[in-house]
């Protein structure tokens, strides 16, 4: 599956939004939502990402909704920071109030509340909330809005003070976004092949006559060009232990090989 995913980091510029600890809203939020860029696009495929915002500067609310309508988001997440009185901390997560029962953007907080909850240990769950907010109530798509933490509580500021900290919020953010749009993980660790080579040539037919003999043993062969030589590739393999099979096979009709990877 494919999602085209807007990340909106609240407040910015005049606006600095919440502040406490020696931290401002508007510069946390920036970067959980640089952080959940940066791990969508590196570990999923097929996900395309829009910030609303990519530096501290001010953007009024509707012009993020308007932003979102108008290139046809699938999903909207907007990140934030709560504040009280310095006595409240953890995690909530909203959804617009005015959804009919079972919305699918009921289904997008289940899982991005949980997932963030799973990599974000340290913060209290405050639980699954909905209220009208104006970025959740003027876009068309599934929309949630995170409060991560309270700036002005001294427990929640040192994890907010924390990039590795800010990592796992993003990762959270990153996984449930991943988990209700059926994103596929990248295969990031690209399978390397092991090939069995039976000799390096200067000559082609050389190479062809060793090919030969190969192939009178049955076993399957071809001649390329590596560099200004020519090798004798007798199998390429997925696994490096069956590639060195082969080459005890060829040892056993007498000839000479080594995996090259
Ligand atoms: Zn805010």
Do not use: C
Not at 27 to 44: F, G, P, Q, R, S
Not at 117 to 124: D, V
Not at 174 to 203: P, Q, R, W, Y
């Amino acid at each position: 599956m494919s999602a085209k995913v807007i990340l909106d980091p609240g407040h910015g510029g005049h606006d600095q939004g919440a502040s406490g600890n020696g931290l401002k809203e508007k510069d946390v939020v920036l970067k959980i939502a640089k952080y959940t860029n940066e791990i969508l696009e590196n570990n999923y495929e097929e996900v395309e990402t829009r910030l609303t915002r990519k530096s501290d500067y001010f953007v009024d609310l509707l012009q993020r909704s308007e932003f979102a309508n108008e290139w046809g988001a699938d999903y909207f997440v907007s990140f934030h920071i709560n504040a009280f009185d310095g006595s409240a901390q953890g995690f909530e997560s909203y959804i617009y109030n005015g959804l009919p029962e079972d919305s699918k953007a009921e289904k997008f907080q289940n899982a991005l509340h949980e997932e963030i909850l799973k990599e974000a240990k340290y913060f209290y769950d405050r639980g699954l909330k909905e209220a009208n907010f104006s970025v959740l109530r003027e876009t068309n798509m599934p929309a949630i809005l995170t409060e991560n933490g309270f700036i002005d509580s001294e427990k929640d500021a040192k994890h907010l003070k924390s990039n590795e900290d800010l990592r796992n919020v993003a990762l959270g953010h990153a996984k449930g976004i991943a988990e209700i749009a059926g994103l596929n993980l990248k295969d990031s660790n690209e399978k390397k092949k092991s090939e069995v080579v039976a000799g390096t040539f200067s000559n082609y037919e050389n190479a062809q006559n060793k090919g030969e003999i190969l192939s009178d043993q049955g076993v399957d062969n071809y001649v390329r060009k590596s560099g200004n030589y020519f090798e004798v590739v007798a199998g390429t393999f997925e696994n490096n232990e069956n590639a060195k099979d082969m080459v005890i096979t060829l040892k056993n009709f007498g000839i000479d090989s080594y995996v090259k990877q």
